[in-house]
Structures are given as C-alpha cells and as structure tokens.
C-alpha cells in the first residue's frame, strides 16, 4: 500500500483545512487509517484513526476540533481540522495498516504504511 497525504498549507488562526490521504491498493477498505502530527523537536502524535468498520477514535487534544472520514469508494481519508490554532503547526502524516488492534492504534509504531507528509502551518 502507498499513501498519498496532500492538502496541507498556510492558514490564520480560527481558519480550517482538510486533508487528504488517498491509498493505493484493492484492500484498503479493510485498513486501519490514522493522522499522526510532528512539531519539531516533538514525538509524532496521534490525532485520530479510522477502523475499516468506520468507527472513529479522536485524540482529546484535537476532539472537537478535527474529524477523521473515509471514502471506501475513493481509497481516500480525511482529517477535516476546524478552529486551527498556531500550536496545530506541523507536519501531518497517515498511515495504515490492515491487523492493528484497539490498543495499539495511538502507537505510530504499530501501523506499516505511511505518507509523505504535509506541512500544516497556522499563522497568529
């Protein structure tokens, strides 16, 4: 599998984004997919992840604030980001894998498949 994150870029405070992370392969439809974050000199961050089943599990640093989707149809995941703030500044990665289980689905070690990266830059 090979991910594909776009949609990233400058934005004031309060502005939203969306991104995009499209997959390639026929099984993605049974893929765990997740947005990881990484300031610098931070650790990569879990922000929320989608199980094939569409349940969604959303950090609390974002809840409220960003929405994860998936379109089955389109092999593509969204993390719609509202009410960004300059602290929301990083790069933003995706990831999958297709055998995650529950408790490890925060752990960016746990998942095989990752994206580029798209640099998310909010401005005060």
């Known amino acids: 599998v090979q991910l594909q994150a776009s949609g990233g870029g400058l934005v004031q405070a309060g502005g939203s984004l969306r991104l995009s992370c499209e997959a390639s392969?026929?099984?993605?439809?049974?893929?765990?997919m997740a947005w990881f974050r990484q300031a610098p000199g931070k650790e990569r961050e879990f922000l929320a992840c989608?199980?094939?089943?569409?349940?969604?599990y959303v950090s609390d640093s974002v809840k409220g604030r960003f929405t994860m989707s998936r379109d089955n149809s389109k092999n593509t995941v969204y993390l719609q980001m509202n009410s960004l703030k300059p602290e929301d500044t990083a790069v933003y990665y995706c990831?999958?894998?297709?055998?995650?289980?529950?408790?490890?689905?925060?752990?960016?070690?746990?998942?095989?498949?990752w994206g580029q990266g798209t640099q998310v830059t909010v401005s005060s």
């Open positions: 989608i199980r094939w089943s569409g349940h969604t």
């Open positions: 990831a999958g894998d297709r055998e995650i289980i529950l408790s490890s689905i925060r752990n960016p070690d746990a998942y095989d498949y």
């Open positions: 392969g026929r099984t993605f439809s049974r893929y765990t």
